[in-house]
């Protein structure tokens, strides 16, 4: 079974569930700046929906970009993190090398992690206040 997932996008991710050449659930969500809360629980429903858990994944494929900072940054670490703790194989896709069916994405080579984030700018971060 392979877990997909898509964050680069600043107002919607999707995770899907991929078996054979079937999509068993997909899932898409509005995110905003809560991406690091959502996407974990997304994935956990998601599976339990369909009698299962992180172990039952095989391998693990996410969009590494290019893309907004924060989603890139969220799913590549989301995803390295569940192959390193599954010992699953991992593959990086950019924007423009996912599949039209994401059933397709079992002809691709899989590696081990971990994935190298594509960002589509720099990171926009503000400088701390000043304490008085």
């Known amino acids: 079974m392979l ?3 898509d964050t680069v996008n600043n107002h919607k991710a999707t995770v899907a ?4 050449r079937k999509i068993l659930s997909r899932l898409s969500f509005k995110v905003n700046r809560d991406i690091s809360e959502k996407l974990l629980p997304a994935i956990k429903r998601m599976l339990s929906r369909h009698g ?3 172990h039952d994944i ?7 970009g290019p893309g907004s900072y924060t989603g890139v940054r969220t799913g590549v670490a989301i995803a390295n993190a569940l192959a390193y703790a599954l010992k699953k194989p991992i593959l990086g896709l950019r924007t423009d090398q996912v599949p039209p069916s994401l ?3 079992f002809a691709f080579n899989f590696g081990q992690p971990p994935v190298l984030p594509l960002y589509q700018s720099p990171p926009h971060i ?5 304490r008085f």
């Open 52 to 54: 299962m858990d992180f």
């Open 17 to 20: 569930v991929i078996e054979g």
């Open 126 to 130: 503000t400088k701390p206040k000043k």
């Open 3 to 5: 877990l997909f997932l």
């Open 58 to 64: 095989s391998r693990i494929a996410v969009v590494s």
């Open 103 to 105: 059933s397709q994405l």
